[in-house]
């Protein structure tokens, strides 16, 4: 697979980043969106590098797995909640939960206090830790095996690539980027997204789609197997725009590969 094949299967499923990360976030309230949807591109572009489409498994289902694996390793990495701690949270919300079925009523500290065999302070701090939304790993999120840890030549093709992408979001025309930024990432439906913005829907949609194809004209052109010029342009704009939005990407790569040139510059 060219790297023209694989830049659109990442501009793609980048929708499918955004669903994985709004639907762990729901469960997990505590969770940062930014951070998990950071994990989420890095497994999304590897996953691209290493799909063999001969296997016949679609490449959806492929990075899905993977996409929730690097979730997995992130609330891994940054939970703050120690086995002792979630144990004696699962302890105490037990007890909490069966004394109110029992009493038809919520439990006091003290009767949740004799119930578990501890002082009031052990069952307060028990509450205190369940308020914080702690992401339970034992949900359906680990069944998926974690992504491969890419070699270091391979993490440098990754950053690489991650960094082509967000260059190619950050130079679309405002608007656009708005409406990637907010329906992709943030999960956010069209029609809240028209009407903050006073357009209809479909000119939403319009953009968004027309966004997809800029994207992927600025991946082709400054990431991939065929020159600049051999390159066959996607998007309907007009050739002065697209020009201009393909030189917002170099500029945007020079920004992100040697901000201090262009500080000088």
């Known amino acids: 697979m060219n790297h023209?094949?694989?830049?659109?299967l990442v501009v793609d499923n980048l929708p499918l980043v955004g669903y994985l990360v709004s639907e762990v976030c729901a469960a997990a309230s505590h969770l940062?969106?930014?951070?998990?949807?950071?994990?989420?591109?890095?497994?999304l572009i590897t996953s691209a590098d290493s799909f063999n489409p001969d296997l016949g498994v679609p490449f959806g289902a492929f990075a899905r797995k993977r996409i929730l694996g690097a979730f997995a390793d992130d609330m891994r990495s940054s939970d703050w909640a120690t086995r002792g701690a979630r144990r004696r949270i699962k302890e105490t919300v037990a007890a909490q939960d069966s004394l109110t079925a029992a009493l038809g009523r919520k439990p006091s500290i003290d009767e949740m206090a004799s119930a578990l065999g501890v002082d009031r302070e052990t069952v307060v701090a028990g509450l205190s830790d369940a308020a914080r939304t702690v992401t339970t790993l034992d949900g359906p999120t680990t069944e998926y095996l974690a992504a491969d840890i890419p070699l270091p030549e391979e993490s440098l093709l990754v950053a690489e690539r991650l960094t082509?992408?967000?260059?190619?979001?950050?130079?679309?025309?405002?608007s656009m980027r708005f409406i990637v930024e907010q329906i992709y990432f943030e999960d956010r439906p069209v029609k809240d997204v028209a009407a903050e913005l006073g357009?209809?829907?479909s000119a939403v949609s319009q953009q968004r789609a027309e966004a997809v194809r800029l994207m992927r004209d600025g991946l082709a052109t400054h990431?991939?197997?065929v020159p600049a010029p051999e390159v066959i342009p996607e998007s309907r704009i007009s050739p002065v725009r697209r020009m201009a939005y393909l030189a917002g990407v170099s500029e945007q790569i020079l920004r992100a590969t040697h901000p201090a040139a262009v500080a000088v510059g």
């Open 223 to 225: 990431y991939a197997d």
């Open 199 to 201: 357009i209809t829907h």
């Open 32 to 43: 940062s969106r930014d951070d998990l949807a950071s994990a989420g591109a890095i497994a």
């Open 4 to 8: 023209a094949e694989r830049n659109r």
């Open 164 to 174: 082509y992408l967000r260059a190619a979001v950050a130079a679309l025309p405002a």
